[in-house]
């Protein structure tokens, strides 16, 4: 009975019962892709995600700082001064109280854009490493984190500057038409459809200049032009991709306090890597289609393995053989494979072996293989030759039919045929 492994040999040395590693158990598309790396390399990922969010902490600092502004200039404000006690009557107390809400609003997205400018700068070390981890690359977590920032900080600064102007328009003309009334309905839908519009267009090019950015060495006007031909021919799958990396987002807006507190913990431990492993997996994708074959020395499908046709027929092949199992007659008694009863030894290796030494081991086992598989064909020979008695009984009986269908026909043949041939 196999002895029962402990937790620590488990989690230190693994299972013992895995598969060997072949090419073909590589992913072989996209999301098999996706997939491997999410749950094959969450650790990684989830100090990714926690670099990143260091960052981001001005960001957060910063919301969190005005929403408590707000809620005490709201608590401030004499809703009860029409009562008369202690209090200077107001007049549209609640419009004062939403027009300044909305002051409060316009500062927060304001000093937002140089925040965003700031997580952008973790955000050009997450991508790099994300994308070595896509292709299968070795990776140090914090050392290959900050050479990604040496390296491509500047693409994201810039960038990161236009998207925090464009969510600084889509949110201020959300305010503006609710706050202004007067405006006549069909101009504010107009308005917000325009500013939404254009922030769905940059986020589409973000996708492609971000990971353009940490893959090919381009200057600043190749990859706005690459990024925006991407976002128009490919528009379609990027509004997918953007709304399934929304997706975490919406459900923290909209789920109830007591499940958004564990919502934001989970968001925090893998929220942005799930974001940019999605746009990485999808732009290359998208780099394979168009670009790589246009590229000098890109390779094509980093990460997966493509089956070919000479893949197939192999796979085909060591089916067949794993399939060709040996049959011996169970009526006859097996010949003594001396191979496998006697048991054969090898040298065994020194403490400091050398490559002489590997060798001499290797030449041993294919000795045996070759000796194993020769007393086998022997095994099978014999009990091919040795018919058992079953078949000694139905070869005479035909033996003994065949005689008598030849005497019969002999002496029914006339005398006169012998004469005439």
Same mark, same amino acid.
């Given at each position: 009975?196999?002895?029962?492994?402990?937790?620590?040999?488990?989690?230190?040395?693994?299972?013992?019962?895995?598969?060997?590693?072949?090419?073909?158990?590589?992913?072989?598309?996209?999301?098999?892709?996706?997939?491997?790396?999410?749950?094959?390399?969450?650790?990684?990922?989830?100090?990714?995600?926690?670099?990143?969010?260091?960052?981001?902490?001005?960001?957060?600092?910063?919301?969190?700082?005005?929403?408590?502004?707000?809620?005490?200039?709201?608590?401030?404000?004499?809703?009860?001064?029409?009562?008369?006690?202690?209090?200077?009557?107001?007049?549209?107390?609640?419009?004062?109280?939403?027009?300044?809400?909305?002051?409060?609003? $316009?500062? !927060?997205?304001?000093?937002?854009?140089?925040?965003?400018?700031? #997580?952008? %700068? @973790?955000? +050009?070390?997450?991508?790099?490493?994300?994308?070595?981890?896509?292709?299968?690359?070795?990776?140090?977590?914090?050392?290959?984190?900050?050479?990604?920032?040496?390296?491509?900080?500047?693409?994201?600064?810039?960038?990161?500057?236009?998207?925090?102007?464009?969510?600084?328009?889509?949110?201020?003309?959300?305010?503006?038409?609710?706050?202004?009334?007067?405006?006549?309905?069909?101009?504010?839908?107009?308005?917000?459809?325009?500013?939404?519009?254009?922030?769905?267009?940059?986020?589409?090019?973000?996708?492609?200049?971000?990971?353009?950015?940490?893959?090919?060495?381009?200057?600043?006007?190749?990859?706005?032009?690459?990024?925006?031909?991407?976002?128009?021919?490919?528009?379609?799958?990027?509004?997918?991709?953007?709304?399934?990396?929304?997706?975490?987002?919406?459900?923290?807006?909209? $789920?109830? !306090?007591?499940?958004?507190?564990?919502?934001?913990?989970?968001? #925090?431990? %893998? @929220?942005? +890597?799930?974001?940019?492993?999605?746009?990485?997996?999808?732009?290359?994708?998208?780099?394979?289609?168009?670009?790589?074959?246009?590229?000098?020395?890109?390779?094509?499908?980093?990460?997966?393995?493509?089956?070919?046709?000479?893949?197939?027929?192999?796979?085909?092949?060591?089916?067949?053989?794993?399939?060709?199992?040996?049959?011996?007659?169970?009526?006859?008694?097996?010949?003594?494979?001396?191979?496998?009863?006697?048991?054969?030894?090898?040298?065994?290796?020194?403490?400091?072996?050398?490559?002489?030494?590997?060798?001499?081991?290797?030449?041993?086992?294919?000795?045996?293989?070759?000796?194993?598989?020769?007393?086998?064909?022997?095994?099978?020979?014999?009990?091919?030759?040795?018919?058992?008695?079953?078949?000694?009984?139905?070869?005479?009986?035909?033996?003994?039919?065949?005689?008598?269908?030849?005497?019969?026909?002999?002496?029914?043949?006339?005398?006169?045929?012998?004469?005439?041939?």
């Amino acid at each position: 009975m196999a002895q029962k492994k402990g937790l620590i040999y488990r989690l230190t040395m693994g299972k013992d019962n895995l598969p060997d590693f072949t090419p073909d158990r590589l992913p072989g598309t996209r999301f098999q892709l996706f997939k491997d790396v999410f749950f094959n390399r969450i650790g990684a990922l989830v100090k990714i995600n926690l670099l990143v969010l260091l960052f981001c902490l001005p960001a957060i600092a910063w919301v969190v700082l005005m929403q408590f502004i707000k809620q005490a200039d709201g608590s401030l404000l004499p809703y009860s001064g029409n009562v008369g006690i202690g209090y200077p009557i107001v007049n549209d107390v609640v419009t004062l109280g939403q027009q300044r809400a909305f002051q409060f609003d $316009l500062q !927060t997205y304001l000093i937002l854009i140089p925040c965003i400018m700031i #997580a952008s %700068i @973790g955000l +050009s070390g997450a991508f790099y490493v994300i994308r070595r981890l896509s292709w299968g690359e070795g990776i140090s977590v914090a050392s290959h984190f900050f050479q990604g920032i040496k390296m491509n900080f500047l693409p994201f600064l810039w960038s990161s500057l236009f998207a925090g102007v464009s969510l600084f328009l889509v949110l201020a003309n959300i305010g503006i038409y609710n706050n202004m009334p007067e405006i006549h309905i069909a101009w504010r839908i107009v308005g917000i459809a325009v500013s939404v519009i254009q922030f769905v267009l940059l986020f589409s090019m973000l996708v492609f200049l971000t990971t353009q950015a940490v893959t090919y060495k381009l200057k600043t006007w190749a990859l706005i032009k690459n990024s925006f031909l991407f976002a128009i021919a490919l528009l379609p799958t990027n509004l997918i991709i953007l709304i399934l990396s929304a997706i975490p987002v919406v459900l923290l807006m909209i $789920l109830p !306090t007591f499940i958004s507190v564990f919502g934001y913990l989970l968001f #925090a431990l %893998i @929220g942005f +890597s799930y974001i940019i492993l999605l746009w990485t997996v999808y732009a290359h994708w998208a780099y394979d289609k168009f670009i790589n074959d246009k590229v000098e020395g890109a390779v094509k499908n980093r990460g997966m393995y493509k089956k070919t046709e000479a893949d197939v027929k192999a796979a085909e092949e060591r089916d067949r053989k794993n399939n060709n199992i040996r049959f011996n007659n169970p009526k006859k008694r097996p010949k003594k494979i001396t191979s496998i009863d006697e048991g054969e030894t090898f040298t065994p290796l020194p403490t400091s072996f050398s490559r002489a030494d590997l060798m001499r081991l290797e030449e041993e086992k294919e000795a045996v293989k070759r000796s194993i598989d020769a007393e086998y064909e022997d095994v099978e020979d014999e009990s091919d030759s040795v018919p058992n008695e079953t078949e000694n009984e139905s070869a005479a009986g035909v033996a003994e039919n065949d005689t008598a269908a030849l005497a019969e026909s002999q002496s029914d043949t006339p005398e006169s045929g012998a004469d005439e041939k």
